[in-house]
């Protein structure tokens, strides 16, 4: 049974299944920490990053610009809280400005304009079955082109450099990410073949890097995802949650540079 609901963002969270997300939770850190994570808070320095995909993905419809000097009393707080009822972003002049012109910068991109195009479903949630381990599954890609089974994911960042791009990759293990989106939306009844990062830097020039993993690369995120899957399978069937630290006592051990030994 194929599922694609263009559910609004909180109700997508609301929904149970697992996501990446819980995965990449547990594969960073362990069962324990995720068994105890707190409900997700967005912060103030998180607003650019969702305001550049709702303009890239839809059209902008769902941030609002604010005229006031700053965040400041109940010039603020007022048409804040009005916005979170409509499920919107209140944004200061400033940070809607500048996450314009962010995502200017990924439209301006041909992969921005394949982003926009008619075959593409943007900001919608799939939900699947994982048949290893029985338990519900979730994604909700930024666009997805169902003819070409490619999934583009919008990430803003600081540097986008090829060096930079790499070693965020490795430290948000977005590499998971990318595996557990394409095997949600195989479950689910799609096309799933590829999936793009967008990299756009926050700030000027804005620049975009369009990059995807190796096959090598590929094929290690999609077996650490699915032993994660079955780790958390595991655990919910036993109610045993782990670190995976040493029961023991832990030795740590002079580092080569403070030993006079090993520097001379």
Known sequence: ?????????K?????????????????GKSLLHWKHRSSFKPTAAMA??????????EGGNNIIR?????RRGKQWSEPFAAAEA?????????????ALEVAKSVLDHPVGR????????????FFATDPLTGMGIKCRPDSYDPKTGTVFDIKTCQDSSPRAVEADIRKYLYSIQSAFYLHTLRRAGYKADKFI?????????????????????????????????????EAR???????????????????PWLDPELSS
């Not at 604010?66 to 700053?70: K, M, Q, Y």
């Not at 409509?86 to 500048?98: G, H, R």
Request: hydrophobic fraction near 40%; avoid cysteine; aromatic fraction near 10%.
């Open 1 to 9: 049974m194929i599922t694609a609901d263009k559910l609004p963002n």
């Open 11 to 27: 109700p997508y969270h609301a929904k149970g299944g697992i996501s990446s997300s819980d995965v990449k939770a547990v594969y």
């Open 48 to 57: 650019t990053g969702t305001a550049v995909h709702d303009i890239v993905l």
């Open 66 to 70: 604010h005229d006031g000097p700053d």
């Open 86 to 98: 409509e499920d919107k972003l209140l944004m200061t002049a400033a940070d809607y400005d500048l």
């Open 114 to 125: 394949m982003m926009e195009g008619e075959d593409t479903i943007n900001e919608a949630s």
């Open 197 to 233: 990062f967008v990299f756009v830097e926050k700030t000027a020039p804005f620049a975009v890097n369009v990059t995807e993993l190796s096959d090598d690369y590929i094929a290690w995120a999609d077996d650490a995802m699915h032993k994660t899957l079955a780790e958390i399978k």
């Open 237 to 255: 069937d036993t109610s045993v949650y782990y670190t995976g630290y040493s029961s023991g006592i832990n030795t740590v051990d002079i580092p």
